[in-house]
């Protein structure tokens, strides 16, 4: 939540757990669980680690030798990602952090004078697609970043446009969200959708793919959901208690 901790659910009741519980902060903005079965956790004070029994705050060094104007003290953590090597991948307002298990190195590479991670809140969100590609969008950027492992690659949605790198669908299409619509990526060109394709809002906050291949947005207008073909679009007039969308999540069993 935004001001009130972390909460668990376990099919009947729900477990608060705040600063006084151990917690750095009370606003949270990021949960993953990694191959281990621990929980990280982002917030605006930086990062802890839940084993099931206590949390642990973990400090994610600043780097050195930066205008002291340009970067933050504390680490903001807006989002984390473990990639297929076991390595977690920080997003944080001082730039991206790789923790190996044991320390966190920066992961910085200068793009040709874009700026790619010299300024604050330059990535907020980072994919690994199938073929082990790392993707990095934010608002303070334009386009969106691929690493290959060698070499980082600048692409623009729509000009020049930021985007959050969303998810990788079943056939394959990189998906990306802002708030002037989504955009597909098929390996060669970017595919916008907008209110002028049937979506109830341009901003896009959330997309997730269903079991069924379906595509979700959520966003400022609602649910729209995407069957390749055409959109179907949820609003409180279908029982939604807010129209405001920041999270969509298919659970085992299809709901």
Known sequence: TTENGLYKYDGKTFTQFLVSDGLNSNNI??????????????TPAGVCLYDGKTFTKIQIPLRKNLPPNKFKKTQEVFSIMQDKSGKLWFATIN???????KSFTPFIIDEGGVGYMSSNNNVEYILEDKAGNIWFGGRGNKGVFRYDGKSITNLKPNGDNWAWPALQDKNGNIWFSNWSGAYRYDGKSFTSFTKSNGMLSDSVMRIIEDKNGNIWFGGGGGI???????????????GLINQ????ILE???GN
């Open 95 to 101: 730039g991206v952090y790789i923790y190996d298990g």
């Open 251 to 253: 659970d085992k069993t």
């Open 224 to 238: 729209c959901r995407y069957d390749g073909k055409s959109f179907t679009c949820f609003t409180t007039k279908n």
């Open 244 to 247: 405001g969308i920041w999270a």
């Open 29 to 42: 903005n990021a949960l993953l669980e990694d191959k281990d079965g621990k929980i990280w956790i982002g």
